[in-house]
Nanobody, 121 residues
């Protein structure tokens, strides 16, 4: 089970840190990913991290503003989001996939419930 938290209402330029806490099993051998879905839009890839944390991946448009990390001892993945923009407004989901990462959300086996991020201009 994955539990996402940390969303909220912020102003453009602010920062937020999302957390995804895993329970019920260990996800240390899973790639962990963040996706987001804005109203009326397709779910899109945000960022992913390999099971060991040594490799990270970002959507091109988010590089430099978002940072993903994980703490396997705490079974938690984080997404630090800086310089937020109104177009970052979406529900953010964390997901887990056995083995290597994929940008295709359909391949992820476990999902958190989502946390809403709203960025006002």
């Amino acid at each position: 089970q994955l539990q996402a938290s940390g969303g909220g209402l912020v102003q453009a330029g602010d920062s937020l840190r999302l957390s995804c806490a895993a329970s019920g099993r260990t996800f240390s051998t899973y790639a962990m990913c963040w996706f987001r879905q804005a109203p009326g839009k397709e779910r899109e890839f945000v960022s992913a991290i390999s099971w060991g944390g040594g490799s990270t991946y970002y959507a091109d448009s988010l590089k430099g503003r978002f940072t993903i990390s994980r703490d396997n001892a705490k079974n938690t993945v984080y997404l630090q989001m800086n310089s937020l923009k109104p177009e970052d407004t979406a529900v953010y989901y964390c997901a887990a996939k056995k083995g290597s990462y994929s940008g295709n959300y359909r391949l992820y086996e476990y999902w958190g419930q989502g946390t809403l991020v709203t960025v006002s201009s």
